[in-house]
């Protein structure tokens, strides 16, 4: 077997059980066809074909709202003017933007899942390192260069959010506190948080009663193509750095190999002379710190403005991803582009055929379920003995040799 093969074997069954993800997903679209259905009894022809129709005008918007639009490239390429090109290349790009925060909480997720302890807090640390980065680009704003305000804030948002991540490492590791439940609880803490902060005069948008931040148009992290109505900024970058440095710090180094083996084993570690307490402390507090660099590079990007809306979720749906990916940096950067790719693609799709959106959130949900029962996709497709198991029962083979 080749190399190629070996390295694109593990590939086989996510690519599979996102297939699958989306023939579920056109079975309901079919389903709930009522215009199609009404016709099925007078005319199933025309009735089949409409629905057949339909789906694949479904996932061709999802695509080009993901992708972008093969003609809109085409003028492009022909007529290449600023306003041509930003038009054809801006779906990508959002694709780009949805991806982002999901890398740096999903790379966030892996690092304290990879040490054993279980964060389910990123969603509060991403939404205070928002929050810290807005107190302090406010705070030095009109006092140093923006370009100074830009760092300032994205470590003041950082640190925010470590600190946030720390407290329930202390917590687990000093106190014998479940980190699940300390996770769970500081991120309502986290809102409550930022809503106080948003009340003040100093933070809250000038005539404004709503608590939302004023607007951060002094301080913004530069844009990747300087064209018109693309966000994509350089946050992007920053990111899939980050899966590289959390790759290499994981896999690379002594301290990344001591987190590990903390999460195999906590005891085995401690009776090797390794400090699993404080794995727990540098995985939770390096995990809350990740997060709120998404956080920051958010409302410093393309966001602008503080609010507890600033995150939609991210958090928790980055928990699903790095689950996905198997806590692999690089499969993090793939999941998170194939669910921004879904994210984005889904609201041209609404616009071109009506299909709600909570179907994008439903076939995101099928993706999931599907990776995570491996053994389902190999007895839906068969696979070859030899190389992968092929009954969907993994107990059966050992009854029928007990029977033998």
């Not at 070996?6 to 059980?17: F, G, K, N």
């Not at 918007?61 to 306003?83: C, E, F, N």
């Not at 790379?107 to 390192?129: C, H, K, M």
Request: aromatic share 8%.
């Amino acid at each position: 077997m080749s190399r190629a093969t070996r390295a694109l074997r593990p590939a086989v069954t996510p690519i599979l059980a996102i297939v699958t993800a989306f023939i579920v997903g056109s079975i309901f679209i079919l389903i709930t066809d009522f215009n199609n259905l009404s016709k099925l009894g007078t005319d199933p022809a025309a009735a089949i074909g409409g629905a057949l129709g339909l789906i694949g005008q479904a996932y061709y918007a999802m695509v080009t709202g993901a992708l972008g639009d093969p003609d809109k490239v085409g003028t492009a390429i022909t007529s290449p003017t600023a306003r041509s090109v930003a038009t054809a290349i801006r779906p990508l790009t959002e694709t780009l933007v949805a991806a982002s925060p999901l890398i740096f909480c999903g790379l966030a997720v892996a690092i304290s899942f990879r040490s054993g302890v279980f964060n389910i807090g990123v969603e509060g640390q991403y939404v205070l390192g928002a929050f810290g980065a807005t107190v302090v680009a406010i705070l030095l704003k009109d006092t140093v260069p923006a370009a100074v305000i830009l760092v300032a804030a994205t470590i003041g948002g950082v640190l925010t959010g470590a600190l946030w991540g720390f407290i329930p490492g202390f917590l687990k590791a000093k106190a014998g506190a479940h980190e699940v439940i300390t996770t769970i609880m500081l991120n309502y803490v986290a809102a409550q948080v930022v809503l106080f902060g948003l009340r003040s005069d100093f933070l809250r948008k000038a005539g404004s009663s709503e608590p939302i931040s004023k607007v951060l148009d002094f301080v913004r992290v530069p844009v990747l193509i300087p064209l018109p109505a693309l966000r994509l900024h350089w946050g992007f970058v920053l990111a899939l750095a980050m899966a590289v440095v959390v790759s290499w710090f994981l896999f690379k180094t002594t301290k990344g190999f001591e987190l590990r083996a903390s999460g195999f084993n906590m005891h085995a570690a401690r009776y090797a002379g390794m400090s699993a307490t404080g794995s727990i402390i540098l995985a939770m507090t390096l995990s809350g710190g990740l997060a709120a660099l998404g956080g920051s590079m958010a409302v410093l990007g393309d966001v602008t403005q503080m609010s507890n809306d600033i995150s939609t979720g991210v958090g928790f749906t980055a928990i699903a991803l790095a689950l996905l990916a198997g806590n692999r940096p690089l499969g993090i950067v793939v999941a998170s582009l194939l669910f921004g790719a879904l994210s984005n693609g889904g609201h041209l799709m609404g616009i071109k055929t009506g299909i709600p959106a909570d179907l994008i959130i439903f076939i995101e949900a099928l993706v999931i379920m599907f990776v995570a029962a491996p053994g389902l996709i190999r007895w839906l497709y068969r696979f070859d003995a030899t190389r992968m198991p092929k009954r969907f029962d993994d107990n059966a083979a050992a009854k029928e040799g007990s029977a033998a």
